[in-house]
């Protein structure tokens, strides 16, 4: 079966994605990691993609969903697969039907991470992480003993520049722009749809993803 993750960034789908396929032996796509490996592997595809980027130009769908459909290809069909942050528009919604229709699957169920929008703001503003270790804190949730410095290690702790609070402004009002019509999209499509209020304990999000997921794979079964 196919799950399709939405939900603003900072909603921890991806976290919760992480823990699910391991537990499962399912396949997590993300279309960065796709990208990347393609690049690093110096395939056609990701020769074409690097070739945008290098041009400072966005890799336009048709590429990202020829990235998502050869990837698909090497997974057997009975594997269940999550999407995690793709698609990101209807129109790349619209495609990956087709993609997922000539691969033999079908989208079984979408799961919506709901955040409020003050939550958001202080998951990803608040961020800090040590390059050293790779530890990762928030100023508001999870702060370190002594402020800057990584509990860890002792590292200096870096405020990245997409987690500026004028940055995590834009990338939400992008979301609600672009991503968020895919609630509607996925309304009126024959996957099942369930929203899960994802600012509570991860343990509490996480039983009512697995519950949500379950539900679906009985239907389908």
Do not use: W
């Not at 698609?87 to 989208?107: E, F, M």
């Not at 999000?205 to 539900?215: G, T």
């Amino acid at each position: 079966m196919v799950v399709v993750l939405l939900g603003p960034p900072g909603a921890g789908k991806g976290t919760q994605a992480l823990r699910m396929i391991d537990e499962r032996s399912a396949v997590h796509v993300s279309t960065g990691d796709l990208l990347r490996a393609a690049r690093r592997k110096g395939t056609e595809l990701g020769r074409l993609a690097q070739g945008y980027m290098d041009r400072g130009e966005l890799v336009p769908d048709s590429v990202i969903l020829d990235l998502v459909k050869a990837h698909l290809e090497t997974i057997d069909a009975e594997t269940d697969v999550f999407f995690d942050g793709f698609p990101r528009t209807t129109d790349q919604a619209t495609s990956l039907d087709g993609v997922l229709k000539d691969t033999g699957r079908a989208i079984g169920t979408v799961v919506l991470f709901d955040v409020p929008d003050d939550t958001l703001l202080k998951r990803l503003s608040g961020r800090r992480s040590c390059p050293d270790c790779g530890s990762v804190y928030n100023t508001f949730f999870s702060p370190t003993a002594v402020e800057h410095v990584c509990d860890r290690c002792g590292g200096a702790l870096v405020h990245r520049k997409d987690d500026e609070p004028e940055t995590v402004a834009r990338r939400l009002q992008v979301y609600q722009a672009e991503t968020a019509p895919l609630i509607d999209f996925y309304q009126a499509h024959p996957a099942s749809v369930t929203r899960i209020a994802a600012d509570r304990d991860v343990g509490d999000v996480y039983a009512d993803f697995c519950d949500a997921v379950d539900a679906a794979f009985r239907d389908v079964s």
